[in-house]
């Protein structure tokens, strides 16, 4: 595996901390809908990467660590997702941090399903959870897009978020939200390039293996 550090394109901004935040709604009835796309990634960096206990704090639940030498705290709102931003500005603001230094991993439904993206600033298309932090802190943070797919009809939408994840979409899911994880070091090192590439790495079909020599059939 090549070195994180050396990443191209890759900075280095270990002197400000890391603030990542997960959306969802709380509470064990929506915990595999898939409006809490956010907060399954959330939960799986915080158990790979070694974070310290969940601290409900700023109306979420907070907790701290580092990814790649970096300061960061990862923050689950507890607002319910149309006020997002009413957990994750006053963290923000507390620890001073710079907009540049907010990452929002979030679903997306004008993704296809299993697709990612990182992007800064922008629109919200409609993302509540999105629309709420943006009214509280402008458009300039950065989002991880977990694409989960548009049901085709916009009256649909409410009830596709919030719909737990099938059977059919934990086959992309699980390995989307490992790759995500195995990857977080690069979100710290501002990165975006770097872990969309390594997602993509990690989650690519296994190639078919070439047939063996003197196989039946070839002479």
Known sequence: MSDERHSRGAKDPSGTPLLIAGLGNPGSQYAKNRHNAGFIVL?????????????????????????????????????????????????????????????????????AAGKLKVKTGGGDAGQNGLRSITAALGPDYRRVRLGIGHPGDKARVSGHVLQNFSKEDIDWLKPLVMAMVDAAPLLARDDDAGFMSKVALLTQPAKPKPPESGAQGLS
């Open 43 to 111: 939960d799986e960096i915080h158990a790979a990467h070694r974070f310290g206990p969940w601290k409900a704090k700023f109306d979420g639940l907070l907790s701290e660590g580092s990814l790649a030498g970096r300061k960061t705290y990862l923050l689950k709102p507890q607002t319910f997702m149309n006020l997002s931003g009413d957990s994750v500005a006053p963290a923000l603001r507390f620890y001073k941090l710079p907009l540049s230094a907010l990452v929002v991993v979030h679903d997306e439904i004008d993704l």
